[in-house]
């Protein structure tokens, strides 16, 4: 089982940057496919963007060209910069595997694009 720790978020004005942290801990890490999900309020969570064990990336259209993840298998660390940001980009941040276990899902980290 992996256990993960998402921090990071917070407060941004629109076109402002925030870099998302998962801390992941237990099996080992290097093996899995992980995402990026977020969860706005009345939405369901999607996914954001994933990378694989061997750092092949896709994005959603959304956040494309304005999100880039990326992952430290040596820190047991999955990443998240995200730049120009957008009032619509507020959401909760989860990090999980792709696909996610549900046994995964950690509590998120908020982060709110406002003026």
């Known amino acids: 089982q992996v256990q993960l720790v998402e921090s990071g978020g917070g407060l941004v004005q629109p076109g402002g940057s925030l870099r998302l942290s998962c801390a992941a801990s237990g099996r080992i890490f290097s093996i899995y496919a992980m995402g990026w999900y977020r969860q706005a309020p009345g939405k369901q969570r999607e996914l954001v963007a994933a990378?694989?064990?061997?750092?092949?990336?896709n994005y959603a259209d959304s956040v494309k060209g304005r999100f880039t993840i990326s992952r430290d298998n040596a820190k047991n660390t999955l990443y998240l910069q995200m730049n120009s940001l957008k009032p619509e980009d507020t959401a909760v941040y989860y990090c999980?595997?792709?696909?996610?276990?549900?046994?995964?899902w950690g509590q998120g980290t908020q982060v709110t694009v406002s003026s």
């Open positions: 999980n595997t792709h696909p996610p276990r549900l046994e995964s």
């Open positions: 990378i694989t064990s061997g750092s092949s990336r």
